[in-house]
């Protein structure tokens, strides 16, 4: 078992920034692919980044790519979402999630341990 816990959301103006932290707890979480995905009201879970387990490879959905960072510190077992750039549409509770068979994947099915969310409101 692994427990999420993330923290950071808040309201920030367009063009502001904010860094999601997710800690984890339970089983090592160096183990463990980590993902972050957000649901906006009235609207399916979607994904937003994913890391390797050792950090070493990164990917991103295509609405976020380039104002977005995901990046992870086994140590602290914590890993982060630096997002910049905001827009309203990031509008949404932000969950990051826990693959345990690192298939490294954008499908929330995948997934095996969820945190239980932070809200990112971007005003215009």
């Known amino acids: 078992q692994v427990q999420l816990v993330e923290s950071g959301g808040g309201l920030v103006q367009a063009g502001g920034s904010l860094r999601l932290s997710c800690a984890a707890s339970?089983?090592?979480?160096?183990?463990?692919?980590m993902g972050w995905f957000r649901q906006a009201p009235g609207k399916e879970r979607e994904f937003v980044a994913a890391?390797?387990?050792?950090?070493?490879?990164?990917y991103y959905a295509d609405s976020v790519k380039g104002r977005f960072t995901i990046s992870r510190d086994n140590a602290k077992n914590t890993v982060y979402l630096q997002m910049n750039s905001l827009k309203p549409e990031d509008t949404a509770v932000y969950y990051c999630?826990?693959?345990?068979?690192?298939?490294?994947?954008?499908?929330?099915?995948?997934?095996?341990?969820w945190g239980q969310g932070t809200q990112v409101t971007v005003s215009s």
């Open positions: 339970g089983r090592t979480f160096s183990w463990y692919d």
């Open positions: 999630a826990a693959d345990y068979s690192s298939k490294f994947s954008s499908w929330s099915y995948e997934y095996d341990y």
């Open positions: 890391i390797r387990w050792r950090g070493d490879s990164t």
